[in-house]
Structures are given as C-alpha cells and as structure tokens.
C-alpha cells in the first residue's frame, strides 16, 4: 500500500490550498479514506474522513472550512483547504486501512502564518 501526499505550502492567514492523496495497492473504490495532521507537540488528530460511498466526516475545528472528495477512477482523495488559520499547520497524512491495518502516507506541510 503506497499513500503518497502533496500539494502542502506556506500561505497566510485567511488562505487556502488543495491537498491531494494517490493511493496504490489497495480497492480504492471500497476503502474509507481519511485525512489526519500533526502539529509540534501535539498528537495526530483527524481532519477529514470519507466513505466509498462519499459520506464525509469533519472534526468541529474544520467544519465548513475542509472540504474532502474522492476520485476514484483516479484512485485520489483530496481535501480542499479554505480560510486557514495559524492552528492549521501541521503535517497532514493520508490514511487507510486494509484487513484491518492502518497504512499512513509520508505527509505533506501546511504552514499558515498570521
């Protein structure tokens, strides 16, 4: 299982990026894909979820603000990042699981400065 992240940066307060996630080596179609971050110090924590079926979950510190999406004949999830805030930086990662094993991606860094 391969989940390689991408399309982190830097921006300002009140910016947005788009964050991207190929994944290869699992069914895509059928897996629960999700979006976690991990700030200095603090313990990863999930942002973002979406089923094979497309039903989203958002922590309440993102809601209305991440939105997340699949293509899966692209075998991609994205998670669209709006009005970003100091707090948002962290090292954000992809996950899934597969037979009950959770497989993270390398991360990829947001950093929203004020």
């Known amino acids: 299982v391969q989940l390689q992240a991408s399309g982190g940066g830097s921006v300002q307060a009140g910016g947005s990026l788009t964050l991207s996630c190929a994944a290869s080596?699992?069914?895509?179609?059928?897996?629960?894909m999700g979006w976690y971050r991990q700030a200095p110090g603090k313990q990863r924590e999930l942002v973002a979820s979406?089923?094979?079926?497309?039903?989203?979950i958002y922590a309440d510190s993102v809601e209305g603000r991440f939105t997340v999406s699949r293509d899966n004949t692209r075998r991609r999830l994205y998670l669209q990042t709006h009005s970003l805030q100091p707090d948002d930086t962290a090292v954000y990662y992809c996950?899934?699981?597969?037979?009950?094993?959770?497989?993270w991606g390398q991360g990829t860094q947001v950093t929203v400065s004020s």
């Open positions: 996950h899934t699981t597969r037979q009950g094993r959770p497989y």
């Open positions: 979406i089923t094979s079926s497309g039903d989203p």
């Open positions: 080596g699992i069914n895509f179609g059928i897996s629960t």
